[in-house]
C-alpha cells in the first residue's frame, strides 16, 4: 500500500486495526501484524480485509495495480515468484525422535523408568521386563495427537479446487488453483468453490453457500456494491470467500488475498497455532505422579537408612528399599488408565462416537458445557417447509430434511389434499417456478440448487407431486431472481395447451404488492387492502417465529407478449399463499439436551445463523424459556472483551451471527470461568473453537475432513444425543481409575506404614524384598486390572460435573481410605506379627504376615466395585472379571505357600490352621470397617 492512500485511511480504520492486533495477540499469542510491501511496484500484502469490501471497486484496481481485463502472464508469473501459490502452508515438522522423547515428560513415567532398572539390578528381570513395556506403550500414545495438526492442515489443502477460470491478457482460460494470485479477475459459476478471497465487480442472481465458513444455513446472496468499514463478515455481500460454494448464478470478483492470508488460512492458522491444553486426567495424574515420588522414595529412604543404623548390611538394605518402592508405587497405573480409555474408547465407537485421544473419553465425563453449532448439528441442515398459510388458513407440515416423507395437518387433523385444492396447487406452482432437483443418491436425498427451492420441491414431493406431473408444464420463458427484485417468474404452456400459466414467488411483501386477486376455497377474489394488510400481518408473524417465507402468485394468459417487459407483465397476479420454510431441529437433540440437563451439563447454541432463527429452534427445543433470554450476536461480541463476556457468559444460551473468532472467544470465557468446555462442529469454521477447546466433537457425516482431523472426538452418526452416551463413558472411566487409585494407594500405604513402624519399634523387617515384589504382583495386576473395567454406576449420569479445580480425592475419601484405613490395617499386620514372633519362629511370622496383607488387600478390591455404597447395594458380581481376578490372585498365593520347592525362593513356610484364621478375622475386620462407613457415610 502506498504512503498516500494510508494517510488518507480514516481515524476509525487505525483505531480497528490496533484494536484487532490487540484482539489476536490476545486470544491466540500470536503476534499480528500489517506487512506493506514496496510502494507501487509490487502487489499489497496485508490482513486488511475491512478495507476491500469499503472501497469503490475503481480503488480496489488501483491498489492492486490491476484491471478488469485482468493481469499479463508477465504480471502474474512475477507475483506468484513473489508471493508464492495459493495454497495453505506447512508448519515445520518437529523430528520424531524430539516427539519420542517428550513422551516421557511424565513424573510417574520416570519414577517406572528407576523402578525399571532397579528390578533388573536386583535381578527381577521378568518384573523389569513388564514395567518397561508399560512404560513404552504408555509413552507411544503421545505420539498420535502431535501429527493431528499436521493433517489437519494438508486436509485443508483438499478443499481448493485443481482448476479456477480466470482472465489473463484479457481472455477467459483455465488455471490449477494454486497458481491463482492477488490482482486476479475471476469467473465464478454455479457449482464452482471460490479459489480465494475474492471482491466482487459483478453479480448476476450469484448466491454462495458459505456455511463452511460462517455457519449461515442459507446462501447468501451476492452483488457489487459498497458497504461500509465495519460490516461483519457474514454480511459482506461483496465479498466472496475462499472454500466456500457458488450455488446459483454467476459473477466476477478481484482477488484481495490467497492461502494463508484468506479466511480458510486464518482458520488454518489458528488450527496450527493453538496449543494443546492438558486434560484433566493428564493434570491429575501428573500430581499423583509426583506425590508418590515423594512420599514413596523419602518413607523407604527413612526405612533402608534405619536399618542400616541397625546394623543390617548396606547392600541388602539397599535391595529391600528399592523392593519397597518398586511395591509402593503403583507400575500398573499407566496400563490400568490406558486400558480403562481403551476400552472406554471401544464402547464409544459401538455408540457412534469415535474418540481419537484417549484422555479424551475422560475429559467428556468432566464436561459441564457443551457450545454446539446450531447448523447440521442441532438441525438437519436441510431447509423444510413447515407452515404455509393458504385461503385464510395455517396448515402444518411434518417430516424435516429433504427425504419426501410427510403430511399435512389443520389443526392437528390430516388433510386430505383432494378437499385442500388451494394447498394443492400452491404447492405445485411453487415446485414449478423452481430451479432445484431432489435427487435419491447412494441412500441419501439431496437437493441439487437452491436449498430454498428445494424445500419448496420436497413439500410438492410430499403432496404427492410427481416429477412427471410438473414436466407437463413446459417453461418457455422466466423472467430471473434478483436482490433488488426479490422475486422469480416463470411462464410455462399449460397441459391444454390452449393457454399459459404465468408463476411468481419471491418475498410476501413484494409479491402481494403484484397481485389484484386472491384465491380463497377455490374461489377468485378481489384482493383488498384488508386482505393485503391481513396476509402482511402473516408474514411478519411468521417471520417473527424465525421462518424464512415465500409467497406465491400466478396468473393464466392466452399467449405471451412479443417483448416481455416485467413492469407490465407482473401484475394482475392472484396470490396463492405464503411459505414458512426452516431448517429443523433434529428429532433426538430435545431429549438429548434434558438428558445434558439432568447431568448437570450446560449446553449452548452457537451459530452464524440470524438471532430469530436461533431463538426459534432453541425454545424449540427446550434450550431456553419464552422470555427473559439473552442472546448476544456477533455485533454484540465485538463490543466486549474476553474478561467482560467471562461475567455473563453462563447465562448467555445462544449466541448468533458469530464468526470463528468469536466462537473462541465465547469459549475461553467459559473457560475462564473454570468450565470443562465441549465444542460440537462440522464447518471449516468450527475447526480452531474445536481445538482450543477441552474436548473437540466433529460431525463424521456432515463434517468436513479438517473438521475431523482437528477434533477429539467425532460422532459418525451426526446425532447430538451421542454425546450423552459419550459423557457416561467418560464419567464411568473417571469412576474406575478413581476405584483403581484408591485400592492400590490405600494398600500401598498399609504396606509402607507396616514396614515404617516395625523398623521404628526394633522389629525385624516384617517382609523380604522378594515378598514385597510378590505382593505388588498379586495385589497390583489383576484386581487392579479388573477395576479398570467396572460398568457404569446407575447414579452416574445424576451427579453434577465434576470442577476443573477439583482434586480426584474428596477430604472424606483422603481421611477415609488413605488415613483411617491404612492405620488400621498396619495395625492389624502389626499385631499379628507381634504375636507370630512371640509364639513362632520369623519365618513362621513372615508367611502370616504376607498371607493376612494379601487377604486383606484382596477384599479389598472387592470393596472398591463401589467406593460410595455397600458392596451388597451396588450389584457385587456385576464385574465377573473382578471375581475372576480376586480368586485367581488367592490361587498364586496358595501355590507359594503349598508347593514346597517353591518356599525358599519366596521365603514361607506351611500356614498353620491358626494362622489361616488370624488372617482371614482379621481381612474381614477390615472389610466390614469399610462397608459400615461406606454405608453411613
Known sequence: MNKPYLASLSYKYIVIEVIYSFFYQFIFRKTYKVRIVKPLTKVVKMKLEYVWHALPIEKVFEILKTRKEGLTQEEAKERLSLYGFNEIEKEKEKSVLLLFVQQFNNPLILLLIVATLFSALIGEVLDAAVILVVVLASAGLGFVEEYRSEKAIQLLKKLTLPETHVIRNGKETSIPTREVVVGDIIILRSGDRVPADLRLIETFNLRIDESSLTGESIPVEKFATILSADTLLFDRVNMAYSGTLVTYGRGTGVVVATGMNTEFGKVAKIVQAEE???????????????????????????????????????????????????????????????????????????????????????????????????????TKGEMTVKKIYVSGKFFDVSGSGYEPKGSFYFYNEKVDLNQERDLYLLLKFAALCNDAKLIYENKVWRIIGDTTEGALVVAARKAGITEEELNVYKRVNEIQFTSERKRMTTIHVAPEGEKLVAIMKGAPEVVVTKCNYVIENGNIKILTEEKMAEILKVNENMAKVGLRNIAVAYKEEKKLPEELNEEEFERNFIFLGVLGILDPPREEVKEAIQLCKDAGIDVVMITGDHKLTAETIAKELNLVGDENNIVLTGADLEKIDEVELSKIAEKV????????????????????????????????????????????????????????????????????????????????????????????????????LFMLVSTLIGLPLPLTAVQLLWVNLTTDGLPAIALGIEPAEEDVMKRKPRSLKESIFTKKDVLLYFIFIPAMITLFLLSLFLWSLSNESLIEARTQALTAMILIELLMAISSHSLSKPIIKAKPFSNKFLWYAVFSSLLLQLLILYIPFLHPAFDVTYPSAQDWLLAILSSLVVFATVEFFKAFS
Open 276 to 378: 494443546e491444553v492438558e486434560t484433566p486426567l493428564e493434570r491429575r495424574m501428573n500430581t499423583i505422579g509426583k506425590w508418590l515420588i515423594a512420599f514413596s522414595l523419602s518413607v523407604c529412604g527413612v526405612v533402608a537408612f534405619l536399618g542400616i543404623l541397625r546394623g543390617n548390611p548396606l547392600i541388602e538394605m539397599i535391595l529391600w528399599g528399592i523392593s519397597l518402592a518398586v511395591a509402593a508405587v503403583p507400575e500398573a497405573l499407566p496400563a490400568v488408565v490406558t486400558g480403562s480409555l481403551a476400552i472406554g474408547m471401544y464402547e464409544m465407537a459401538k455408540r457412534k462416537a469415535i474418540v481419537k485421544r484417549l484422555p479424551a473419553v475422560e475429559t467428556l465425563g468432566c464436561t459441564s458445557v457443551i457450545c454446539s453449532d446450531k447448523t447440521g448439528t442441532m
Open 653 to 752: 444460551k445462544i449466541y448468533a451471527r458469530v464468526s470463528p473468532e468469536h466462537k473462541m472467544k465465547i469459549v475461553a470465557a467459559l473457560k475462564r470461568k473454570g468450565h470443562i468446555v465441549a465444542m460440537t462442529g462440522d464447518g471449516i469454521n468450527d475447526a480452531p473453537a474445536l481445538k482450543m477447546a477441552d474436548i473437540g466433537v466433529a460431525m463424521g457425516i456432515t463434517g468436513t475432513e479438517v473438521t475431523k482431523e482437528t477434533a477429539d472426538v467425532v460422532l459418525a452418526d451426526d446425532n447430538f444425543a451421542t454425546i450423552v452416551s459419550a459423557v457416561k463413558e467418560g464419567r464411568r472411566i473417571f469412576d474406575n481409575i478413581k476405584k483403581y487409585l484408591t485400592y492400590l494407594l490405600r494398600c500401598n500405604i498399609a504396606e509402607i
